[in-house]
Each structure stands twice: as C-alpha cells, then as structure tokens.
C-alpha cells in the first residue's frame, strides 16, 4: 500500500511528495527532526517529543512552523490513514528552500520551512524477540560535532557507525570521547552494577532522549537507584546488565560489548523488568 505523506500542509501519496533541490535540509543538514513511537495506534509520549523538537527549533534560531495542536492532528492522521497500530511516525522540518545556495540563513519572512511527515510500520515492535536476546555493540570514537543535545538531521556518522557494527558482525556501537561512553549511535546508553542503572548525565554532549527520561523516571519510582555519571568501555564490560533506550527500541538489552559477555551472556533481571515498565505505564498516558 502507497503510503500518505504531509508535506508543507498537503497529505499526498508518497510517490508524489516532493521538495526543492535548494532546501537547505538537503543542502546542509539544515533541519531537525524527531521519531515518535505508535503502540495501540496511539503516539508515546508526543508532549515530550513536542516540546524537544521546540528546544532544538530555539537552539538552531529557527522558527516554529505549526502549533502542537496542529502537529498532534497531523500525528494523528497519518497513524489514522496508514492504519498504523504499531510503528514510527518521523518528522523533520528544515529552514526551507530558499532561491539558491548560500551559508547565511535566509529570511523567515521570505523562505517558508519545510516540514515533512511519515510512517514506518513495524507490527511486533513492543514484542521484539530481539529484547529477549538482546543486542551486541562494539565501541567506535566519537567523531560528531559539539551540539549533540540538538536533534538535528546530521547522522551520517551514526549511520557509518551502525554501519562499522554490521561490517564487524554486531548489532549496533557505542561511542566514545575522552575515554567515556557518550551513547549509542541512535540511543542512550546505560550499564547496570549491583541493581544501580548508571547512564551519562544530561550535556551538550549527548541527546536528551525522551524514552531515557521517561525509564529514569518510572526506574526511580519503582525504587530503583539510578547514577547519572560518565562510564568507560572496560567499566561497562564488568557490568551485570547494559541496555539502551530510545524511541524505536524502548528499552533493550545489550549481552556483548566489543566480544566480552556481560553476566552470563544472557539478559538479565533489571532490563526486562524496566521494558515491561515503560510499555505498562507509556501505553496509560498514550493519545
């Protein structure tokens, strides 16, 4: 089935979606973006996403080209007429086209944003079998610029980090500055020592994910004790339990770092238990 798409205010097939060759999210990664989840046909968490994508608009001085209430029916919509149950809906919007290339920012006034939506469908997303095996990563330098708080459409390096993983046989990397974990190369990392989830704290230096802040939350209300703080590699690889989190995998566990087991090999206790949190209580507060 064609899918439908929203672009500048028009829901088309996707096959007739088209933007400018001078849109400067083509151009210059000039844009950002955000993935939100669909359980039960319902968006997951899409205030937290609305209000990152609002922080990134201001980190980059660019302006804000619909309303929440607007972005929530346009949301809503495409889960409606793609019938979505279980899949991502993306969104990116860009500084816009303007007449021709050039570094300096082009007038809001004059050079309309873009912004562009669709869906991904992925039924068995909640029930991946891969969350009962778990994921294996390797370690890479990290090699992106400064300001990865902001979620910007630059992902060439993850994508050549996932890539590296593939090549060497593994799942997905975790990069590494100044000797510390920053996060995976599309999610949030965290390792597990004695039932205490330790993950880096907040920075410019990595994203401040939604689903990170939701576990953190639910963990530290089921009693769990949680250190935000930097962790190497060789830490992580003494550690009972590693997992990541972000919008498309939820919580996952990670067994293998760089060709060491953790534990047993096997997922552990904590993991599991945190996945089947978040799914429960995300899913009561889904719209």
């Known amino acids: 089935m064609t899918r439908t798409v929203y672009v500048n205010g028009e829901y088309l097939p996707e096959n007739e979606a088209k933007i400018s060759i001078f849109d400067r999210g083509f151009l210059m990664a000039d844009g950002v973006y955000e993935v939100t989840s669909v359980l039960e046909g319902k968006l997951i968490d899409f205030d937290g996403h609305a209000v990152r994508l609002q922080r990134s608009l201001d980190e980059l001085d660019m302006q804000t080209p619909i309303s929440k209430e607007d972005l929530l029916e346009v949301h809503r919509e495409l889960v409606r007429v793609n019938e979505i149950d279980e899949g991502m809906i993306y969104l990116q919007i860009t500084r816009g086209a303007p007449d021709d290339r050039d570094f300096v920012f082009p ?66 990397a975790w990069m590494v500055e100044d000797g510390f974990v920053t996060e995976g190369t599309s999610n949030n990392a965290y390792i597990v020592k004695g039932n205490k989830i330790i993950t880096r704290a907040l920075s410019n230096d990595i994203l401040h994910g939604i689903t990170r802040a939701a576990v953190l939350r639910f963990a530290r209300e089921a009693q769990m004790e949680v250190e935000e703080r930097n962790f190497t590699i060789d830490e992580a690889k003494q550690a009972d339990e590693a997992f990541i989190t972000s919008a498309s995998t939820f919580v996952m566990p990670v067994v293998e770092i760089d060709g060491v087991s953790l534990g047993d090999g096997k997922v552990g206790s904590v993991t599991p238990r945190l996945r089947e949190i978040y799914l429960e209580e995300s899913l009561k507060k889904a719209i």
Request: avoid cysteine; charged fraction near 30%.
């Open 107 to 172: 007038d809001p006034e004059t050079t309309p944003q873009t912004i562009v939506l669709f869906t991904q469908n992925k039924p068995g997303l909640a029930n991946s079998p891969t969350a009962k095996t778990g994921i294996k990563v390797i370690s890479i330098e990290d090699e992106r610029w400064g300001r990865r708080d902001i979620k910007t459409v630059q992902l060439l390096y993850p994508s050549m980090g996932k890539m590296m993983a593939k090549k060497a046989g593994k799942d997905d």
